[in-house]
């Protein structure tokens, strides 16, 4: 077993693949009611390659729109700013990580499963009557530690895999097994590295064991889109397993049998247009 300190997690944030200004941006001022948003928007209008994907997003059908939107100005117009927000976040955040040499890590699945959880997350906030953007944008950065494991530690995270592989257990057990950490604290000390809100680093922590609260959260939403997500199979890993559900959370969120199947056909209709977009 190779047990990784957080000192050594930290070291490794500092040599992380650079996000795009704008996209750190955008995640940061999440939750951030005094937020320049116009200004962000123009941000945005000025990296041709990111506001080239957001205008494909944005015209998917994701979003239904009856006419095409031909710059972000009339995105924001139409979508809002909010919406804006959480779809070039999206933009730029995928891809964002390139594939070391020699690593076996699978990162398309790995994007496909976060896109799923991001989509299922959307229309789980939806129907609970939370901030969808913010559970989208959430869904897809709910595993960045195991992205950041599997491009820094590629050997060792290998040797967990292998032994998930040969114990059909999680991810987070083989992980804790081999690696003396999991995706989950690693997750949150690089969000926290990147200056995210405490509501990103919370979600990202608590994302496979939601605390006990008397409100529903994102933390919540995050949780039962993941499940959802693993169970739809949408990363079409070998081996995938859903995690356990927390049935409080489950039950915080108050939502009925009609409403998962919205979300289910929601994402079902979606996943495979936004995928292309995203990982093209």
Request: proline share 4%; hydrophobic share 45%; with cysteine.
């Amino acid at each position: 077993m190779t047990s990784l300190s957080t000192q050594e997690i930290l070291r490794s944030a500092r040599d992380l693949p650079a996000l795009p200004a704008i996209v750190m941006e955008l995640i940061q001022c999440m939750g951030d009611p005094h937020a320049n948003m116009e200004q962000l928007a123009v941000k945005i209008s000025h990296d041709q390659a990111l506001a080239s994907k957001t205008l494909r997003l944005a015209n998917s059908s994701f979003y239904g729109l009856s006419r095409q939107v031909t710059s972000i100005a009339e995105a924001t117009t139409i979508l809002g700013l909010r919406t804006l927000r959480s779809i070039a976040t999206a933009a730029g955040l995928v891809g964002g990580f390139p594939r070391p040499e020699g690593s076996s890590f699978d990162f398309a699945a790995f994007w496909r499963h976060s896109i799923g959880t991001a989509l299922c997350a959307r229309s789980v906030a939806q129907a609970a009557r939370l901030d969808e953007d913010a559970a989208f944008t959430l869904g897809l950065l709910h595993d960045i530690g195991r992205l950041v494991l599997a491009t820094h530690y590629s050997a060792q995270y290998a040797a967990a895999m292998a032994y998930r592989r040969e114990q059909d257990c999680l991810n987070l057990v083989a992980e804790q097994h081999i690696l003396g950490t999991n995706h989950t604290v690693v997750g949150g000390l690089i969000a926290e590295h990147w200056n995210f809100s405490p509501a990103i680093v919370a979600a990202i922590v608590e994302h496979h064991s939601p605390p006990e609260t008397p409100e529903k959260s994102l933390t919540d939403v995050v949780h039962v889109a993941d499940n959802i997500a693993h169970a739809m199979d949408l990363s079409h890993q070998d081996g995938d397993m859903v995690p356990a559900l927390s049935l409080p959370a489950w039950s915080r969120l108050g939502l009925g049998e009609s409403a998962y199947a919205q979300v289910f056909y929601a994402t079902e209709q979606q996943y495979e247009s936004v995928c292309q977009i995203l990982l093209t």
